[in-house]
DNA sequence: TCTGGGGTCCTAGGACCC
DNA sequence: TCTGGGGTCCTAGGACCC
């Protein structure tokens, strides 16, 4: 029994909440991202709207590049409240239509319409219905797919953008004249890597033996054979507990003062210590993620035989972790914590914590 | 072109235990 | 006098996604 699952996804998300509240920008070019610094930033673009992308403009461009792109455009900090708080009432819209309800960032989500609509044709009409109630609430588009599982549905969704709906009846012809790296968990990497083997289209990996992507590329072979054949997961619920905490900090210029260094570990330590007094959870790894001059990174950990919660602790064993780095140039420093608890009741916690 | 920040999942080797 | 095999945990790196 096939099941009816939709994607959907805002159109550029972070810049169309922005649009939203200010009025002003409508037409100009928006993009979202860190400081430009007169072309000497060093950050990427997180979002854009289509009139940057005119520019040549998108996501994840390194932002000095989209600056000589266009020196015009309206350069923004996000806004992570108010995106959030938009988004909240979006999920809020989104959940009320469907039986099972899956959140992917704070711009995405997947809906288990099944039994919520007859056939194909009502589902169409849902996928309306929910977009007017979006655009009538938010004033926001966005683009939905409908297939019958979460994969075709979510380059669905991306098919027709923006303000599109993409049903999908035939999930192998739909997919066989795409790019493989249409598919989700196919980077520039796997791209690479497929074109040698003579693989540029779905279709094409369809028609290769999955025993030899198998040898190539292990178990992700086999969901590669899987997902070219239009196959994949139908299940829609919502997410668990995360399973780390973690913050990093990018120098404005390399540093190998590691007087600075360890103070950054200690303003970063503190805002993970934080969020882990919010979320009530104990942990028992803390790791450090370096990265250098040439862009090489490095990852060090340590893991504690018991959960720990102390403030200190997190600071100090990142820390001491980055000794090793000592009078190296120093880009970006990261503090992660993992293996994360969250058992323990309020009570033990309290003790426990802060 | 010169590459953020917050995440997840996978792999592979080594240590250690029984 | 030359060393099995299964299981689990830890560490480091890498690919990928939003």
Not at 1 to 7: D, E, G, L, P, S
Not at 10 to 16: R, Y
């Given at each position: 029994?096939?099941?009816?699952?939709?994607?959907?996804?805002?159109?550029?998300?972070?810049?169309?909440?922005?649009?939203?509240?200010n009025k002003d920008l409508k037409g100009k070019s928006v993009v979202i991202g860190s400081d430009p610094k007169e072309g000497k930033g060093r950050g990427v673009v997180a979002t854009c709207n289509y009139a940057a992308r005119a520019y040549g403009i998108h996501s994840a461009m390194p932002i000095s590049k989209?600056?000589?792109?266009?020196?015009?455009?309206?350069?923004?900090?996000?806004?992570?409240?108010?995106?959030?708080?938009?988004?909240?009432?979006?999920?809020?819209?989104?959940?009320?239509?469907?039986?099972?309800?899956?959140?992917?960032?704070?711009?995405?989500?997947?809906?288990?319409?099944?039994?919520?609509?007859?056939?194909?044709?009502?589902?169409?009409?849902?996928?309306?219905?929910?977009?007017?109630?979006?655009?009538?609430?938010?004033?926001?588009?966005?683009?939905?797919?409908?297939?019958?599982?979460?994969?075709?549905?979510?380059?669905?969704?991306?098919?027709?953008?923006?303000?599109?709906?993409?049903?999908?009846?035939?999930?192998?012809?739909?997919?066989?004249?795409?790019?493989?790296?249409?598919?989700?968990?196919?980077?520039?990497?796997?791209?690479?890597?497929?074109?040698?083997?003579?693989?540029?289209?779905?279709?094409?990996?369809?028609?290769?033996?999955?025993?030899?992507?198998?040898?190539?590329?292990?178990?992700?072979?086999?969901?590669?054979?899987?997902?070219?054949?239009?196959?994949?997961?139908?299940?829609?619920?919502?997410?668990?507990?995360?399973?780390?905490?973690?913050?990093?900090?990018?120098?404005?210029?390399?540093?190998?003062?590691?007087?600075?260094?360890?103070?950054?570990?200690?303003?970063?330590?503190?805002?993970?210590?934080?969020?882990?007094?919010?979320?009530?959870?104990?942990?028992?790894?803390?790791?450090?993620?370096?990265?250098?001059?040439?862009?090489?990174?490095?990852?060090?950990?340590?893991?504690?035989?018991?959960?720990?919660?102390?403030?200190?602790?997190?600071?100090?064993?990142?820390?001491?972790?980055?000794?090793?780095?000592?009078?190296?140039?120093?880009?970006?420093?990261?503090?992660?914590?993992?293996?994360?608890?969250?058992?323990?009741?309020?009570?033990?916690?309290?003790?426990?914590?802060?």
């Open positions: 029994m096939n099941k009816i699952i939709f994607h959907v996804d805002m159109d550029c998300f972070f810049a169309a909440c922005e649009e939203v509240v989209a600056y000589r792109l266009n020196k015009n455009s309206v350069f923004l900090r996000p806004n992570f409240k108010l995106y959030s708080r938009v988004s909240t009432n979006i999920m809020l819209i989104l959940k009320k239509y469907s039986l099972n309800f899956q959140k992917m960032g704070l711009d995405e989500a997947y809906l288990d319409v099944t039994g919520k609509v007859e056939d194909w044709a009502d589902a169409k009409i849902l996928a309306y219905k929910i977009k007017n109630e979006i655009s009538d609430k938010e004033k926001l588009t966005c683009s939905i797919g409908i297939s019958s599982n979460k994969l075709v549905s979510k380059i669905a969704s991306d098919f027709n953008k923006p303000d599109g709906i993409t049903l999908v009846k035939n999930n192998r012809s739909f997919l066989y004249p795409l790019k493989v790296r249409k598919l989700y968990g196919v980077g520039p990497r796997s791209e690479q890597k497929l074109k040698k083997l003579g693989i540029e289209s779905i279709g094409e990996l369809a028609n290769f033996s999955k025993e030899k992507l198998i040898e190539n590329f292990g178990t992700f072979g086999l969901y590669l054979s899987l997902s070219s054949f239009g196959e994949g997961s139908d299940f829609v619920s919502s997410m668990g507990e995360r399973s780390s905490i973690s913050k990093e900090h990018t120098f404005m210029e390399d540093s190998d003062d590691f007087v600075k260094v360890d103070k950054i570990i200690d303003d970063i330590a503190f805002e993970i210590f934080s969020t882990s007094c919010q979320e009530k959870c104990t942990f028992k790894t803390v790791s450090i993620k370096i990265r250098l001059h040439d862009f090489k990174t490095y990852t060090r950990s340590k893991t504690f035989s018991v959960y720990q919660s102390e403030k200190s602790l997190i600071a100090d064993t990142a820390k001491l972790l980055a000794k090793e780095f000592l009078g190296k140039k120093i880009r970006l420093i990261g503090v992660k914590v993992s293996s994360l608890d969250f058992s323990k009741d309020q009570k033990v916690l309290k003790e426990y914590l802060c």
